[in-house]
């Protein structure tokens, strides 16, 4: 198995840690559910769980962020880069790119692939492949309408933290209606 080069990073610096029952990144608490429970959480309130997916996907990322600015200075060159992710908007697309992969990649919701990016414009085109909900709808449930609420707010999250403003993320492909990769809007 081999783990995301972010995680790589945090282990290094004693920023991820699972013990004991306990999963800690920077500092936090954070718990591990399977897709499917994921899924019956969603069909209880699809709209909650968006709107949850969002707050804390922006929390987190902002979360980092502080810890970074506070510990940068002792740190390995990974808090560097997520010190300086606000000013790498503008500058270089190539590396916010990047950055938002390895940051979703810790997720486990699937693979990201920003299609399009316009920070002038805040917008975004972004299609995730190997949706672990998707798949798990069709699996459980054979093909059906877009599923991935939660993977939604999670994106929408990490973009409104990007782009400095609150946005929201559209899945208009999924998935589970037979297509290769879901496909979000952004904006």
């Given amino acids: 198995m081999a783990l995301s080069a972010i995680l790589k ?6 920023q991820f840690d699972i013990d004991k029952g306990k999963i800690t990144i920077l500092g936090d608490r954070e718990i591990m559910l399977s897709a499917s429970a994921i899924l019956e959480l969603q069909e209880i309130d699809e709209t909650k769980i968006y709107e949850t997916a969002k707050q804390s996907s922006l929390k987190n990322i902002r ?12 740190r390995d060159v990974f808090m560097e ?34 299609q ?15 949706s672990a909900l998707a798949e798990e709808y069709q699996k459980k449930r054979g093909k059906s309408g877009k599923v991935c609420a939660l993977t939604a707010g999670v ?6 933290y990007i782009f400095g403003k609150e946005v929201d993320a559209v899945e208009e492909k999924c998935k589970a209606q037979g297509n290769s990769y879901c496909l979000f809007k952004i904006g």
């Avoid at 990073?9 to 004693?14: D, E, N, P, S, T």
Wanted: proline share 0%.
């Fill in 9 to 14: 990073k945090l282990l290094f610096v004693r």
């Fill in 63 to 74: 979360g980092a962020v502080e810890h970074a600015k506070v510990y940068g200075k002792m």
């Fill in 116 to 130: 399009e990016l316009d920070n002038k414009g805040k917008t975004a085109i972004v299609i995730i492949r190997d």
């Fill in 155 to 160: 994106i929408a999250g990490l973009f409104s």
């Fill in 81 to 114: 880069e997520i010190a300086h992710l606000g000013d790498k908007i503008g500058q270089s697309d190539e590396g916010v790119i990047n950055t938002l992969q390895e940051l979703f990649n810790i997720y486990g919701l699937g693979e990201i692939n920003i």
